[in-house]
C-alpha cells in the first residue's frame, strides 16, 4: 500500500466521520456493516467518538444467518423482523442519528444456488420501508462507504488483495491528495455548479443514447437535480455517498420510453445476486421487459414481490473525470460502480431530487410523479460511447454529455 494500513484507515475514518456524515457534538453515530467489516467500522467509531459523539453503537447483518434463513426458515418468518428492530429505526427520527452503511459484498457467491424466489423474499422490507423514508427526506445525516476485505478484493481482482483494493479505494475517496478534505470541498463546489446549470435549463426530457441504449425520461416541473452535499433536519450538511461523482434528479415515473443496456454488473444489493448483460425495455414509466446473462430471474423476482418496482426513481450523469474511473476497476458494487458512469434507478424516488415532497404524502407524491417503492436500484447505462441530451419543452436539443466530457455551457 502507498502508506501503512492504520495511517490509511485512521485518514478515511476522519473523511467520513467530518464530511460524510459531518458528526456534531453530542450526536449518536451509527454504524452498519457484516462481521468481516469490522476493522473499518471501528475505525469509524474510534473517529467518531473523537470529534464529539455522544454513544456509537455498531450493528451487524450477517449474510449467512440470511442464507440460513433462506434455506430453512418458515414461509411465514421468511423476511420478517423482530418489533425492536423496526422500532429502533423508526426512534431514528426523534433522536436523529448520525448513520453509516458499509458497503463491499465480502461473500459474494454465498447466495448461489438459492431459490431466487425465497432469496428475493428474505430482504427485510418492513425496516426497509421505515429506512428509505428517512434518508429521502433527509431527516437524518447518513452515508454509505465502501469497507475492504479480502473477499471484497477478490471478486474484483480474483486474489484477495485487500492492499491493492484500499489504494483503488484511496484513489476513488482522493485520499492520495495532500489535504483530502480540501480536496473534497473543491470536488463538492464542482458538482454544486454543474447541478446549478442543470437547474436553470428547466428540460423537460433526458434522453441517454449509445449501443443498446436509446432512452428517453421526463422530468417533472417538481424535479430538481442534487450533487454533492445534503442537508439534514438540523441544518447539518453531509454527503449520502462517498465516494460520488454524480449529479442526478427524481424524473417523473410516468414518462419514461425506450430501451436500455447495463456498462457494469452490479448486485441486487438486497438479496447479494449479481446481474450481468441486463437489457431493459420501458414504455409509459414502466420496466415492460428485462433480460440479463446472469441474475435475470432474480430481477423478475424483485419486480414481482415489491410494489411500484418497475418505474424509475432516479437519473444520474457521471463524466470521464470520474475518481472511481480513474481507477480502472469494476468493483462489483454500486456504490462504486455508479460513479464509474451515468445510470438510472428502478423503485424509489429520493424526495431531495423533488421540490415540495416533504409536504406530500406518499400517494401524493406517486400522483405528482415522483415513484414510491421499497427497493431503490442503480444501473449503469454510461460509458465513453453513449451520449446524453437535455431536450426543452419545444423540443429543443442541448448536449450535455458527449465524448464522456459534461460539455453544458459554464462548466
Known sequence: MTEPFD????????????IG???QPG????????PEQADTARALAL??????ASKVTITYVDRHLQRAEVEHAPDEWLGRSLPWEVEGIRAMKEDRPAVIALTGNPNPRLMDGLDPARLVRSTKLDQVREFLPLTSASEIAWTVVGAPTPGWAESILGVPDTAR???AVATAMRLDEDDPVRSWREHLDALALRRNLLNERSFDRIRYRGPGTDLTIGVAAESRWVGGELTNAEGTTFVPNMPTEEVFLTPDWRRAEGRA???APFFLATSGTLVEGLEVELSDGTVTGARAERGEREIHEQFESIPRSRHLGEIAIVDGGSRVRRSGLV???MLYDENVGSHIAWGNGW???FAGSNDLTPDERVAAGQNQSATHVDIVIGSPDVEIDGIAADGTVTPLVQGDTFVLDGA
Request: net charge neutral.
Open 7 to 18: 495511517h490509511l484507515l485512521e485518514a478515511y475514518a476522519r473523511l467520513v466521520i467530518r
Open 21 to 23: 456524515v459531518n458528526v
Open 27 to 34: 450526536q449518536r453515530v451509527e454504524i452498519r456493516g457484516e
Open 47 to 52: 473517529e467518531a467518538y473523537r470529534v464529539g
Open 165 to 167: 483494493l484500499w489504494d
Open 261 to 263: 443496456r447495463t456498462t
Open 331 to 333: 468493483f462489483n458494487d
Open 351 to 353: 424526495n431531495f431530487g
